[in-house]
């Protein structure tokens, strides 16, 4: 059973709920986002972005799951951010960002960014913010 925590189509709530109230306790999704946002050198737009809950019987909450979408600078990406965390343990069970084309729909490229709390991606040294896989 799922339940929405929170969805919106608003960077300036985005914001808000993320970092200025820290209503979202998933580190690892957040510090990857951030580094994808920061890495930027066009202006991205915020589609869509959701949080939700999981539970398997209806009672405990078990997993919670966070989904971030943009389209990029240039207009030819939408990019989707998504993050599953254990609540329990607060394991990040798995961050991924998809590349997909706006037109078909269809996922072009796709990188595991944190599978069972491993990190596979690396902050460019060079200082620009840049992710590398």
Not at 45 to 63: M, N, T
Not at 97 to 114: C, R
Request: proline share 1%; hydrophobic share 40%; no cysteine.
């Amino acid at each position: 059973m799922q339940k929405l925590l929170f969805q919106t189509t608003n960077a300036e709530e985005l914001g808000k709920y993320f970092f200025q109230d820290r209503l979202l306790d998933f580190f690892k999704y957040l510090s990857f986002l951030m580094m994808y946002v920061n890495g930027q050198n066009q202006q991205i737009e915020l589609i869509q972005a959701f949080v939700h809950s999981e539970s398997k019987d209806g009672e405990k909450d078990d997993v919670l799951t966070v989904e971030t979408v943009f389209l990029n600078g240039d207009k030819t990406k939408i990019v989707r951010i998504w993050g599953a965390k254990d609540i329990e343990s607060g394991v990040a069970l798995m961050v991924t960002m998809d590349l997909i084309d706006p037109v078909t729909k269809q996922i072009e490229e796709e990188y595991t960014a944190i599978e069972n709390d491993v990190e596979f991606f690396r902050q460019d040294k060079q200082g620009d913010g840049s992710v590398s896989f």
